[in-house]
């Protein structure tokens, strides 16, 4: 169940992180809060010692934030434009 709601936390936020939503901060926070939210939830679910809990919250943020930047920088790659770049002029 816990992998269930991972990999649709993981959709959810590569959604949010698409351009061009990705391109702005309120996008992008949704993003951070549905995977913390989702990490948190599934390590309660796994289980937690007693007065470990701050740690889960803590890695569970940091955990977020790298998996955030991979799917932003996933996200911008595949979903960029094509053909943008400026072409030479030859003379």
């Given amino acids: 169940m ?3 709601i991972l990999i649709v936390a993981l ?3 590569l959604w949010a992180a698409w351009p ?5 901060r309120r996008w992008l926070a949704l993003a951070l809060v549905v995977l913390w939210a989702a ?6 679910q796994r289980g937690v010692q007693p ?3 701050p740690w889960l919250i803590v890695l ?3 955990g977020a934030l790298v998996a955030l930047v991979v799917l932003w920088s996933l996200a911008t790659v595949l979903g ?3 053909g943008t ?3 030479e002029q030859e003379p």
């Fill in 80 to 82: 960029a434009p094509r």
């Fill in 20 to 24: 061009p939503r990705g391109m702005r």
């Fill in 85 to 87: 770049e400026e072409k």
């Fill in 39 to 44: 990490m948190v939830l599934a390590g309660g």
């Fill in 60 to 62: 569970s943020l940091i």
């Fill in 11 to 13: 959709l959810l936020a």
């Fill in 2 to 4: 816990s992998n269930l």
């Fill in 51 to 53: 007065g470990f809990a």
